[in-house]
Protein backbone atom coordinates (compact mmCIF):
# COMPACT_ATOMS: atom_id res chain seq x y z
CA UNK A 1 0.00 0.00 0.00
CA UNK A 2 1.54 3.41 -0.85
CA UNK A 3 1.17 6.23 1.52
CA UNK A 4 0.61 10.26 0.10
CA UNK A 5 4.03 11.12 0.16
CA UNK A 6 5.53 7.83 -1.72
CA UNK A 7 6.43 5.87 0.80
CA UNK A 8 5.48 2.28 1.57
CA UNK A 9 3.33 1.03 3.98
CA UNK A 10 3.92 -1.81 5.98
CA UNK A 11 0.53 -1.88 7.65
CA UNK A 12 -3.20 -1.62 6.27
CA UNK A 13 -4.00 0.64 9.20
CA UNK A 14 -0.74 2.31 11.04
CA UNK A 15 -1.79 2.74 14.80
CA UNK A 16 0.52 5.86 14.70
CA UNK A 17 1.33 8.74 12.83
CA UNK A 18 4.83 9.34 11.18
CA UNK A 19 6.43 12.51 11.82
CA UNK A 20 6.90 14.83 8.80
CA UNK A 21 10.91 15.40 8.00
CA UNK A 22 10.23 18.69 6.03
CA UNK A 23 13.11 20.81 7.86
CA UNK A 24 16.73 20.88 7.60
CA UNK A 25 18.24 18.43 10.44
CA UNK A 26 22.07 19.57 10.50
CA UNK A 27 23.45 16.66 12.78
CA UNK A 28 21.94 14.07 10.41
CA UNK A 29 23.09 16.12 7.78
CA UNK A 30 26.62 16.75 8.76
CA UNK A 31 27.08 12.83 10.27
CA UNK A 32 24.73 10.95 8.39
CA UNK A 33 25.93 9.83 4.82
CA UNK A 34 22.94 9.25 2.62
CA UNK A 35 24.02 5.66 1.39
CA UNK A 36 23.54 2.12 3.06
CA UNK A 37 27.22 2.40 4.21
CA UNK A 38 28.09 1.22 7.47
CA UNK A 39 27.30 4.43 10.07
CA UNK A 40 29.67 6.01 11.95
CA UNK A 41 29.74 6.50 15.22
CA UNK A 42 28.76 10.14 14.97
CA UNK A 43 26.17 9.50 13.26
CA UNK A 44 24.81 6.77 15.98
CA UNK A 45 25.18 10.19 18.42
CA UNK A 46 23.23 11.91 16.30
CA UNK A 47 20.69 9.62 15.53
CA UNK A 48 20.03 8.99 19.43
CA UNK A 49 19.84 12.70 20.01
CA UNK A 50 17.21 13.57 17.23
CA UNK A 51 15.55 10.39 16.93
CA UNK A 52 15.23 9.85 20.58
CA UNK A 53 13.70 13.05 21.24
CA UNK A 54 11.54 13.06 18.14
CA UNK A 55 8.00 13.89 19.25
CA UNK A 56 5.50 11.21 17.14
CA UNK A 57 3.57 14.12 15.80
CA UNK A 58 2.10 14.61 12.41
CA UNK A 59 0.45 17.75 13.34
CA UNK A 60 2.79 21.03 13.40
CA UNK A 61 3.24 21.38 17.20
CA UNK A 62 7.01 20.29 18.22
CA UNK A 63 6.75 24.44 19.29
CA UNK A 64 4.54 23.80 22.24
CA UNK A 65 5.79 22.72 25.07
CA UNK A 66 3.82 19.88 26.20
CA UNK A 67 4.46 17.58 29.71
CA UNK A 68 5.99 14.05 29.20
CA UNK A 69 6.09 14.67 25.23
CA UNK A 70 5.73 11.43 23.76
CA UNK A 71 8.83 10.83 21.91
CA UNK A 72 10.65 7.33 20.21
CA UNK A 73 12.92 7.21 23.14
CA UNK A 74 10.06 7.88 25.84
CA UNK A 75 8.55 4.84 24.10
CA UNK A 76 11.54 2.08 23.49
CA UNK A 77 13.20 3.15 26.61
CA UNK A 78 11.85 -0.06 29.05
CA UNK A 79 9.20 -1.76 27.08
CA UNK A 80 9.50 -4.45 30.15
CA UNK A 81 8.49 -2.02 32.92
CA UNK A 82 5.88 -0.40 30.38
CA UNK A 83 4.05 -4.17 29.83
CA UNK A 84 4.11 -4.84 33.33
CA UNK A 85 2.85 -1.74 34.54
CA UNK A 86 0.02 -2.24 31.70
CA UNK A 87 -1.04 -5.26 32.87
CA UNK A 88 -1.19 -4.06 36.72
CA UNK A 89 -3.55 -1.19 35.30
CA UNK A 90 -5.41 -3.88 33.38
CA UNK A 91 -6.12 -5.65 36.76
CA UNK A 92 -8.29 -2.84 37.23
CA UNK A 93 -12.33 -2.34 35.81
CA UNK A 94 -11.87 1.00 36.36
CA UNK A 95 -8.42 1.35 33.91
CA UNK A 96 -10.52 -0.92 31.76
CA UNK A 97 -13.40 1.59 31.45
CA UNK A 98 -15.64 -1.10 32.56
CA UNK A 99 -17.78 1.36 34.87
CA UNK A 100 -19.39 2.90 31.43
CA UNK A 101 -17.08 6.34 31.14
CA UNK A 102 -15.55 6.91 28.02
CA UNK A 103 -12.88 8.96 30.08
CA UNK A 104 -11.09 8.99 32.97
CA UNK A 105 -8.65 11.60 32.78
CA UNK A 106 -8.17 11.64 36.47
CA UNK A 107 -7.14 7.63 36.50
CA UNK A 108 -3.57 8.65 34.89
CA UNK A 109 -0.82 7.63 37.38
CA UNK A 110 -2.97 5.17 38.71
CA UNK A 111 -3.76 3.49 35.52
CA UNK A 112 -0.59 4.58 33.90
CA UNK A 113 -1.57 6.25 31.25
CA UNK A 114 2.06 7.10 30.01
CA UNK A 115 2.79 3.05 29.86
CA UNK A 116 -0.17 2.21 27.78
CA UNK A 117 1.28 5.15 25.24
CA UNK A 118 4.62 3.68 25.49
CA UNK A 119 3.69 0.04 24.64
CA UNK A 120 1.61 1.16 21.53
CA UNK A 121 4.61 2.76 19.93
CA UNK A 122 7.12 -0.03 20.76
CA UNK A 123 4.70 -2.55 19.35
CA UNK A 124 4.10 -0.73 16.45
CA UNK A 125 7.63 0.74 15.66
CA UNK A 126 9.45 -2.51 16.49
CA UNK A 127 7.28 -4.99 13.93
CA UNK A 128 7.25 -2.01 11.57
CA UNK A 129 11.34 -1.39 11.34
CA UNK A 130 12.78 -4.86 13.93
CA UNK A 131 14.15 -6.21 11.14
CA UNK A 132 16.27 -5.90 7.54
CA UNK A 133 12.82 -7.71 5.72
CA UNK A 134 10.37 -4.92 6.90
CA UNK A 135 12.87 -1.79 5.76
CA UNK A 136 10.19 -0.73 3.39
CA UNK A 137 10.64 2.87 3.29
CA UNK A 138 12.37 3.31 -0.24
CA UNK A 139 11.14 5.64 -2.40
CA UNK A 140 11.56 4.37 -6.16
CA UNK A 141 14.12 7.15 -6.69
CA UNK A 142 13.24 7.01 -10.48
CA UNK A 143 10.03 8.38 -9.73
CA UNK A 144 11.52 11.48 -8.49
CA UNK A 145 14.74 11.89 -11.00
CA UNK A 146 13.21 14.21 -13.57
CA UNK A 147 12.31 16.33 -11.33
CA UNK A 148 16.12 17.10 -10.51
CA UNK A 149 16.22 19.84 -13.19
CA UNK A 150 12.34 20.48 -13.55
CA UNK A 151 11.95 21.31 -9.66
CA UNK A 152 15.00 21.20 -7.88
CA UNK A 153 13.72 22.34 -4.78
CA UNK A 154 10.80 19.74 -4.71
CA UNK A 155 13.37 16.96 -5.78
CA UNK A 156 15.47 18.13 -2.58
CA UNK A 157 12.86 18.37 -0.44
CA UNK A 158 11.60 14.45 -1.59
CA UNK A 159 15.47 13.19 -1.31
CA UNK A 160 15.80 15.18 2.45
CA UNK A 161 12.55 13.30 3.74
CA UNK A 162 13.57 9.83 1.54
CA UNK A 163 17.00 10.02 3.63
CA UNK A 164 15.72 10.63 7.26
CA UNK A 165 13.20 8.82 6.92
CA UNK A 166 15.77 6.12 6.09
CA UNK A 167 18.02 6.96 9.04
CA UNK A 168 15.14 6.89 11.01
CA UNK A 169 14.10 3.16 10.13
CA UNK A 170 17.56 1.76 10.50
CA UNK A 171 17.88 3.63 13.89
CA UNK A 172 14.92 1.62 14.92
CA UNK A 173 15.81 -1.30 13.81
CA UNK A 174 18.98 -1.51 15.51
CA UNK A 175 16.86 -0.18 19.15
CA UNK A 176 14.54 -3.58 18.03
CA UNK A 177 17.16 -6.16 17.14
CA UNK A 178 17.82 -7.49 20.56
CA UNK A 179 14.07 -7.62 21.06
CA UNK A 180 11.73 -10.20 20.42
CA UNK A 181 8.77 -8.24 19.94
CA UNK A 182 6.11 -11.44 20.21
CA UNK A 183 7.34 -11.85 24.12
CA UNK A 184 5.40 -8.59 24.45
CA UNK A 185 2.26 -9.00 22.60
CA UNK A 186 -1.23 -9.73 23.82
CA UNK A 187 -2.21 -12.75 22.06
CA UNK A 188 -4.61 -16.05 22.86
CA UNK A 189 -1.94 -18.48 22.79
CA UNK A 190 0.67 -16.54 25.23
CA UNK A 191 -1.56 -13.94 27.00
CA UNK A 192 -4.86 -15.41 26.70
CA UNK A 193 -6.79 -13.22 29.82
CA UNK A 194 -5.26 -10.14 29.06
CA UNK A 195 -5.68 -10.74 25.58
CA UNK A 196 -9.50 -11.39 26.03
CA UNK A 197 -9.95 -8.22 28.31
CA UNK A 198 -8.10 -6.28 25.55
CA UNK A 199 -10.39 -7.17 22.69
CA UNK A 200 -13.55 -6.68 24.73
CA UNK A 201 -12.20 -3.06 25.31
CA UNK A 202 -11.50 -2.27 21.90
CA UNK A 203 -14.97 -3.58 21.00
CA UNK A 204 -16.44 -1.45 23.23
CA UNK A 205 -14.22 1.88 22.58
CA UNK A 206 -15.17 0.95 18.75
CA UNK A 207 -11.16 0.26 18.03
CA UNK A 208 -9.87 -1.88 15.18
CA UNK A 209 -8.41 -4.63 16.18
CA UNK A 210 -7.13 -5.96 13.06
CA UNK A 211 -5.06 -9.23 12.91
CA UNK A 212 -3.21 -8.97 9.55
CA UNK A 213 -1.74 -5.65 11.12
CA UNK A 214 0.54 -8.04 13.16
CA UNK A 215 0.02 -6.03 16.54
CA UNK A 216 -3.57 -5.09 16.55
CA UNK A 217 -3.54 -4.05 20.23
CA UNK A 218 -1.79 -1.02 19.38
CA UNK A 219 -5.12 0.85 18.58
CA UNK A 220 -6.59 -0.20 21.44
CA UNK A 221 -3.58 0.72 23.81
CA UNK A 222 -3.48 4.13 22.78
CA UNK A 223 -7.08 4.72 22.99
CA UNK A 224 -6.84 3.73 26.50
CA UNK A 225 -3.30 5.60 26.83
CA UNK A 226 -5.26 8.60 25.34
CA UNK A 227 -8.11 8.20 27.34
CA UNK A 228 -6.55 7.50 30.78
CA UNK A 229 -5.02 10.93 30.65
CA UNK A 230 -1.77 10.64 28.77
CA UNK A 231 -1.83 14.26 27.52
CA UNK A 232 0.53 14.02 24.10
CA UNK A 233 -1.53 10.98 23.13
CA UNK A 234 -4.84 12.72 23.92
CA UNK A 235 -3.28 15.48 21.91
CA UNK A 236 -2.87 13.46 18.85
CA UNK A 237 -5.57 11.16 19.35
CA UNK A 238 -8.46 12.02 17.33
CA UNK A 239 -11.17 9.05 18.07
CA UNK A 240 -12.21 5.16 17.34
CA UNK A 241 -10.16 3.76 14.69
CA UNK A 242 -13.39 2.66 13.39
CA UNK A 243 -14.86 6.24 12.77
CA UNK A 244 -17.48 5.18 15.24
CA UNK A 245 -19.13 8.32 16.79
CA UNK A 246 -17.96 9.67 20.43
CA UNK A 247 -19.18 12.60 21.28
CA UNK A 248 -18.17 11.52 25.11
CA UNK A 249 -14.32 12.06 23.36
CA UNK A 250 -15.21 14.89 21.52
CA UNK A 251 -16.49 16.56 24.44
CA UNK A 252 -13.42 16.04 26.93
CA UNK A 253 -11.56 17.23 24.23
CA UNK A 254 -12.61 20.21 23.47
CA UNK A 255 -12.81 21.07 27.11
CA UNK A 256 -9.56 20.24 28.63
CA UNK A 257 -7.65 21.14 25.32
CA UNK A 258 -9.06 24.34 23.70
CA UNK A 259 -5.97 25.38 22.36
CA UNK A 260 -5.98 22.54 20.10
CA UNK A 261 -9.25 23.16 18.59
CA UNK A 262 -7.99 26.94 18.28
CA UNK A 263 -4.33 25.18 16.31
CA UNK A 264 -6.55 23.16 13.78
CA UNK A 265 -7.97 26.13 12.95
CA UNK A 266 -4.84 28.42 12.76
CA UNK A 267 -3.07 25.23 10.67
CA UNK A 268 -5.87 25.41 8.50
CA UNK A 269 -5.49 28.98 7.64
CA UNK A 270 -2.20 29.07 6.60
CA UNK A 271 -1.86 26.28 4.52
CA UNK A 272 -3.84 27.86 1.54
CA UNK A 273 -2.66 31.38 -0.02
CA UNK A 274 -5.15 33.48 -1.29
CA UNK A 275 -2.72 36.84 -1.71
CA UNK A 276 -5.52 38.57 -0.45
CA UNK A 277 -4.93 41.24 1.80
CA UNK A 278 -7.40 40.41 4.19
CA UNK A 279 -5.23 36.74 4.72
CA UNK A 280 -3.23 38.34 6.95
CA UNK A 281 -5.12 39.72 9.14
CA UNK A 282 -7.36 36.28 9.51
CA UNK A 283 -3.94 34.62 10.01
CA UNK A 284 -3.15 37.09 13.06
CA UNK A 285 -6.93 36.64 14.46
CA UNK A 286 -6.39 33.04 15.15
CA UNK A 287 -2.97 33.19 15.77
CA UNK A 288 -3.72 35.28 18.77
CA UNK A 289 -6.80 32.73 19.62
CA UNK A 290 -4.12 29.90 19.71
CA UNK A 291 -1.79 32.49 22.04
CA UNK A 292 -4.72 33.27 24.44
CA UNK A 293 -5.73 29.56 24.90
CA UNK A 294 -2.15 28.21 25.24
CA UNK A 295 -1.63 31.14 27.82
CA UNK A 296 -4.75 29.93 30.01
CA UNK A 297 -3.63 25.94 30.09
CA UNK A 298 -0.16 27.17 31.04
CA UNK A 299 1.95 26.11 28.73
CA UNK A 300 4.77 27.32 27.04
CA UNK A 301 5.43 28.17 24.12
CA UNK A 302 7.75 29.38 21.37
CA UNK A 303 6.79 32.98 20.40
CA UNK A 304 8.81 33.17 17.96
CA UNK A 305 7.49 30.35 15.19
CA UNK A 306 3.92 31.73 16.14
CA UNK A 307 4.83 35.34 15.25
CA UNK A 308 6.65 34.41 11.98
CA UNK A 309 3.98 31.71 11.05
CA UNK A 310 1.26 34.87 11.19
CA UNK A 311 3.91 37.45 9.83
CA UNK A 312 5.65 35.44 6.96
CA UNK A 313 3.77 37.20 3.86
CA UNK A 314 2.91 34.89 0.78
CA UNK A 315 2.28 37.37 -1.70
CA UNK A 316 2.53 41.06 -2.76
CA UNK A 317 -0.81 41.61 -1.90
CA UNK A 318 -1.15 40.81 1.35
CA UNK A 319 -1.25 43.04 4.22
CA UNK A 320 1.61 44.15 6.31
CA UNK A 321 1.68 42.64 9.62
CA UNK A 322 1.82 46.59 11.17
CA UNK A 323 -1.05 46.87 9.41
CA UNK A 324 -3.22 43.69 10.04
CA UNK A 325 -2.55 44.21 13.71
CA UNK A 326 -3.54 48.52 13.53
CA UNK A 327 -6.48 47.12 12.17
CA UNK A 328 -7.22 44.42 14.53
CA UNK A 329 -6.31 46.09 17.89
CA UNK A 330 -9.81 48.96 16.83
CA UNK A 331 -12.59 45.68 16.79
CA UNK A 332 -10.67 44.82 20.58
CA UNK A 333 -12.59 45.78 23.50
CA UNK A 334 -11.78 47.26 26.48
CA UNK A 335 -12.48 44.27 28.18
CA UNK A 336 -10.64 41.54 26.24
CA UNK A 337 -7.35 42.04 28.27
CA UNK A 338 -5.28 38.98 27.07
CA UNK A 339 -6.03 39.68 23.69
CA UNK A 340 -4.88 43.07 23.81
CA UNK A 341 -1.81 41.72 25.79
CA UNK A 342 -1.10 39.61 22.82
CA UNK A 343 -1.31 41.94 20.27
CA UNK A 344 1.34 43.88 21.83
CA UNK A 345 3.49 40.85 22.05
CA UNK A 346 3.06 40.34 18.56
CA UNK A 347 3.69 43.96 17.60
CA UNK A 348 7.03 43.95 19.17
CA UNK A 349 7.86 40.48 18.32
CA UNK A 350 7.14 40.92 14.73
CA UNK A 351 9.44 44.63 14.69
CA UNK A 352 12.15 42.13 15.90
CA UNK A 353 12.16 39.56 13.68
CA UNK A 354 12.09 42.14 10.49
CA UNK A 355 8.77 40.93 9.87
CA UNK A 356 6.29 44.15 11.06
CA UNK A 357 6.10 46.12 8.07
Same mark, same amino acid.
Given at each position: ?I??D !??????EF?? &?N????N?????? =????? #??ND????E?G?A??????NL?LE???T?W????N?? +??? $???????????R??QA???K?????D??V????L?ER?? *????A???V?L &?A?S?Y !?N???? +? =??F?L????????S?PE??N???H??NV???RA??I??K??E?E???F?F????? $?K?? #?M?????????E? &???SS?V? @?T???K *????????M?T? %????????????D *???H??N?L?Q???SLM?????? #??F?N??? @????R????I??AVSL??S????DW???VK????????? =?????T? %?? @?LS #?T?????????QT???F?????????Y?
Open positions: MIA !GIYEVFDA &WDPTFDPIPSL =EENCP #QSKLSVCEMDDYFGPRQDAISIPRL +TYG $RALTNPVEDRNVILQLECRLEGKVRWDSCH *SDAFNLSF &WCK !GDKNL +T =EEDDDFASFEFDYYNMMSHRSLRWTNCAIVSDRDSRND $RNY #QLRSTASRLGK &WDQGP @EFVL *SLAARLGDSA %ILYLGPSTGKKD *SWRIGKWWRRNFDAST #QKSRRS @ETIKLKKGSVQRGLDFNFLRVCTLHGPD =EATCQA %IR @E #QLEWDQKDELLDKASLSQKLNLD
